[in-house]
């Protein structure tokens, strides 16, 4: 079985806040958390995202899941150093 292409990302929402999450198509989850439509997450939608900070493709869903639960469980500093380093 061929599987899709999976992304683990994290968005910076308008209060500073961070959010990780995964998917299989990066760009229509950015536009359903960016809109706050029905399908947005329910973090999004009462904090508003603003911007798309870091993502990471992975080839299978386990690999995504296992790389947003250690983010996850990262302290804030330390997934801001992330950003910061992703953005160099």
């Known amino acids: 079985?061929?599987?899709s292409k999976y992304f683990t990302y994290i968005l910076r929402?308008?209060?500073n806040t961070l959010y990780t999450g995964i998917t299989?198509?990066?760009e229509r989850r950015m536009k359903e958390h960016f809109s706050q439509n029905e399908k947005c997450a329910k973090y999004t939608k009462r904090h508003k995202a603003k911007k798309l900070e870091a993502a990471w493709t992975s080839s299978n869903r386990k690999a995504a899941s296992k790389l947003e639960y250690?983010?996850?469980h990262l302290s804030k500093a330390n997934k801001e150093a992330i950003i910061k380093i992703m953005q160099i």
Do not use: A
């Open 70 to 72: 250690y983010i996850k």
């Open 13 to 15: 929402c308008t209060d």
């Open 24 to 26: 299989t198509d990066l």
């Open 1 to 3: 079985m061929n599987e």
